[in-house]
C-alpha cells in the first residue's frame, strides 16, 4: 500500500515536497517512481529511483528542478519540486515496481502499486 502526501498550492517558483510512504517489509527491493496527470492528459512519468537510491531518472522536463530521493529505513520516497512552473500542475502519483522488474522505470504500465494521487497546483 502506497500513501502519497505533500500537495498543496504553491505559487510559481515556488517548491513543495512530496512523500510516498509504503506498507511492508521489502521496500528496499522496490523500484519507485512518480507520475503525475493533468486534466485531459495521459498519466506521464516524471521520476524514478532504484531500490537502493543508488540511480535516478528524470523526465526531461523536471530535469534540475525536481529531485527524487527514497528512505529505506522509513519506507519512503521523496519528490522535491522547486522552481515550479504551472504546467507542474496535476495529481501526482507515487507507484511501486516490485521483482521481478519491468524493462523500463520509464513505463507506467511496469508498476505494480500505485498510491492514491496527491494534487500539486501552480499559480502563475
Known amino acids: 500500500q502506497l500513501q502519497a502526501s505533500g500537495g498543496g498550492l504553491v505559487q510559481a517558483g515556488g517548491s513543495l515536497r512530496l512523500s510516498c510512504a509504503a506498507s511492508?517489509?521489502?521496500?528496499?527491493?522496490?523500484?519507485m517512481g512518480w507520475f503525475r496527470q493533468a486534466p485531459g492528459k495521459e498519466r506521464e512519468f516524471v521520476a524514478a529511483?532504484?531500490?537502493?537510491?543508488?540511480?535516478?531518472y528524470y523526465t526531461d522536463s523536471v530535469k534540475g528542478r525536481f529531485t527524487i530521493t527514497r528512505d529505506n529505513a522509513k519506507n519512503t520516497v521523496y519528490l522535491q519540486m522547486n522552481s515550479l512552473k504551472p504546467e507542474d500542475a496535476a495529481i501526482y502519483y507515487c507507484?511501486?515496481?516490485?521483482?521481478?522488474?519491468?524493462?523500463?522505470?520509464?513505463?507506467?504500465?511496469?508498476?505494480?502499486?500505485w498510491g492514491q494521487g496527491t494534487l500539486v497546483t501552480v499559480s502563475s
Open positions: 529511483v532504484s531500490p537502493i537510491g543508488s540511480s535516478t
Open positions: 511492508g517489509r521489502t521496500f528496499s527491493l522496490y523500484r
Open positions: 507507484a511501486a515496481d516490485l521483482p521481478p522488474y519491468s524493462d523500463s522505470y520509464y513505463w507506467k504500465e511496469g508498476y505494480d502499486y
